[in-house]
């Protein structure tokens, strides 16, 4: 098997308008596609999709399974913004030696990674 590279990253929901208010109002993603009657909502994330979908019991939320890390602009921005919100920290933010990271739960519990890469010529090795 040659894997070419990723196709989606897959968030299960449960209430798909409460994941929509989550991921498109407070984290500001924009719907590239929808699909099944809106069971399945794609984001496009530059050359990656992100997608959400309330498809029943076969598949269903867990902070145990995937997570999506998700790249932001201004990391301090975007904390302060969550932090905002009230949304649950999971992880705080906190920095290693190559990226700032926090992690957050969404409405149904999954974790998501906010993170921020640092510049090359700032970076130590990550273990």
Same mark, same amino acid.
């Given at each position: 098997?040659?894997?070419?590279?990723?196709?989606?990253?897959?968030?299960?929901?449960?209430?798909?308008?409460?994941?929509?208010?989550? $991921?498109?109002?407070?984290?500001?993603?924009?719907?590239?596609?929808?699909?099944?009657?809106?069971?399945?909502?794609? $984001?496009?994330?530059?050359?990656?999709?992100?997608?959400?979908?309330?498809?029943?019991?076969?598949?269903?939320?867990?902070?145990?399974?995937?997570?999506?890390?998700?790249?932001?602009?201004?990391?301090?921005?975007?904390?302060?913004?969550?932090?905002?919100?009230?949304?649950?920290?999971?992880?705080?933010? $906190?920095?290693?030696?190559?990226?700032?990271?926090?992690?957050?739960?969404?409405?149904?519990?999954?974790?998501?990674?906010?993170?921020?890469?640092?510049?090359?010529?700032?970076?130590?090795?990550?273990?």
């Amino acid at each position: 098997m040659r894997i070419k590279g990723l196709a989606f990253v897959g968030i299960p929901v449960t209430d798909m308008p409460r994941a929509r208010a989550f $991921y498109e109002g407070v984290l500001g993603l924009k719907v590239s596609e929808e699909m099944m009657s809106g069971k399945w909502v794609e $984001y496009s994330l530059g050359t990656n999709t992100l997608a959400i979908a309330s498809v029943g019991p076969q598949w269903l939320p867990s902070d145990q399974g995937t997570g999506a890390a998700l790249e932001v602009e201004n990391f301090d921005e975007a904390v302060k913004s969550l932090k905002n919100r009230n949304i649950p920290f999971v992880v705080e933010a $906190y920095e290693s030696p190559c990226c700032w990271m926090a992690i957050i739960k969404d409405p149904d519990g999954n974790n998501i990674v906010i993170h921020k890469s640092k510049p090359e010529n700032e970076k130590e090795p990550c273990l």
